[in-house]
């Protein structure tokens, strides 16, 4: 039975994180489950520093993009001294259940921590980047990408009035999902994306079936790609391009913030909840998900980021519609 969970946010933030630590919370507290949670992720189980969450610690925030327990991406916890010392702080606190929000790397972790203690230990997936195998969803993309659209759009405005070629860098490091959805959005002229190894090329061509009257263009990078990101990429542009007038512009950690979509707060609260049943129907090492709209498990070594999965017919669909 389980009587105590201990609860971190690790890697990168992401808005919604704080509606998923509420659901935790609010779910464990309806069984009478006490919830410890630790501050920066693994780094506070390392030196033990926690707070007993209680209903009313998660009081006022859902709506706020960050995560109050702080998020850390931790190198103590890769080393065998952090590790032991993070099983200790388990055992101090009696904890027979574990929840994590965050991204393949904390899995990776968690996967690591369960050969030193055989705590049950599921995840939660928090990451913008969207870029994990078992889940449609990654709690924070839906807030990225609308933060994105809502920045291309001020973007647009401004390239028009004077005419102007922008090259958006968005963030992805391995992947091109927000590139490829923002863009859509967006009215994007054309991605560069990690996924797809002759962007660069099919950019240059895609020139020539431009209308001749249409002088402002946005193309969207992901941070990943590998022709350089935005300024690689823009600063090639300008040498091939002479004729136009070309600005680069990196949105960089805005994407990161700001309070969670509407969407984002259910799939949160969802997958927060079904972390706390998961854990009292004795399942451990996985990662809860939804797919089609259904909850599933999948395994922490599965859980990894899929790259090279991004939909065919998406791409096409953006060429056909910004041509
Ligand atoms: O993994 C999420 C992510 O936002 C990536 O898209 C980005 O490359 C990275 O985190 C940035 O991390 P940091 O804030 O640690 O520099």
């Given at each position: 039975m389980i009587k105590k969970i201990g609860l971190i946010t690790s890697g990168g933030d992401s808005p919604g994180m704080n509606a998923c630590i509420r659901a935790v919370v609010r779910t464990a507290r309806a069984e009478q489950i006490d919830v410890v949670g630790f501050y920066r992720g693994y780094e506070g189980l390392i030196d033990d520093d926690y707070i007993n969450l209680t209903k009313s610690k998660v009081s006022?925030?859902?709506?706020?993009?960050?995560?109050?327990l702080k998020t850390a991406r931790s190198?103590?916890?890769?080393?065998q001294e952090g590790m032991q010392m993070a099983v200790q702080t388990l055992q101090k606190h009696q904890l027979d259940g574990f929840v994590i929000i965050g991204g393949d790397g904390s899995f990776k972790g968690a996967l690591e921590l369960s050969k030193h203690h055989n705590i049950k230990t599921v995840g939660c997936p928090g990451t913008?980047?969207?870029?994990?195998?078992?889940?449609?969803y990654t709690i924070g993309y839906d807030t990225a990408i609308n933060t994105v659209v809502d920045a291309v759009d001020k973007i647009r405005d401004t390239a028009e009035s004077h005419d102007r070629i922008f090259v958006v860098e968005v963030m992805g490091r391995d992947a091109g999902l927000i590139a490829l959805r923002s863009a859509i959005a967006c009215g994007a002229e054309a991605i560069l994306i990690?996924?797809?190894?002759n962007d660069l090329k099919f950019l240059l061509e895609k020139k020539k079936t431009?209308?001749?009257?249409?002088?402002s263009r946005i193309i969207i990078v992901a941070e990943?790609?590998?022709?350089?990101?935005a300024i690689g990429i823009g600063n090639l542009l300008k040498l091939e391009w002479p004729e136009f007038d070309i600005r680069i512009s990196i949105l960089g950690h805005i994407q990161r913030g700001g309070n969670p979509t509407c969407m984002e707060r259910v799939n949160a609260s969802l997958m927060g909840y079904y972390a706390v049943k998961a854990l009292q129907d004795g399942r451990s090492n996985e990662m809860i998900g939804i797919v089609n709209k259904q909850v599933c498990y999948t395994p922490f070594k599965d859980a990894v980021k899929h790259i090279e999965e991004l939909n065919p017919e998406m791409l096409k669909i953006l060429d056909i519609l910004s041509a």
């Open positions: 006022n925030i859902i709506h706020r993009g960050g995560t109050v190198k103590r916890f890769m080393t913008i980047d969207n870029d994990l195998v078992g889940t449609d990690p996924e797809r190894k431009w209308r001749q009257t249409k002088k990943g790609d590998e022709n350089g990101g």
